[in-house]
């Protein structure tokens, strides 16, 4: 998905990662999370259809995965994706 939408990109091998579970009273999980760089232009990265691709492509991702929340980090920013429904 990425590399056709965007040119590619690199998934690193398992990461060591904690997180604080706020619905089971601030229990800490610890996880290894596949983290993933996808560097691409201003053009393709900014397309409302890439965008809207890859938002479905991640809530398909946290939906099959039962993950809790997909981050991205876009232009320095981070967007939280939780809601792993349609639109």
């Known amino acids: 998905m990425l590399g056709k ?17 706020i619905e089971r009273r601030g229990v800490l ?10 560097y691409t232009t201003t053009a393709l ?10 938002v479905d492509f991640c809530r398909d991702l ?11 980090v876009i232009d320095n920013t981070y967007w939280a994706i939780t ?3 349609r639109d």
């Open 29 to 38: 999980i610890y996880d290894d999370p596949v983290v993933i760089h996808c």
């Open 62 to 72: 946290g939906r099959e995965t039962h993950q809790g929340e997909i981050g991205l």
């Open 45 to 54: 990265g900014s397309s409302e259809s890439n965008l809207a691709a890859l």
């Open 83 to 85: 809601d792993f429904g």
């Open 5 to 21: 939408l965007f040119g590619g990109a690199t998934a690193f091998p398992r990461a060591r990662g904690v997180w604080k579970d």
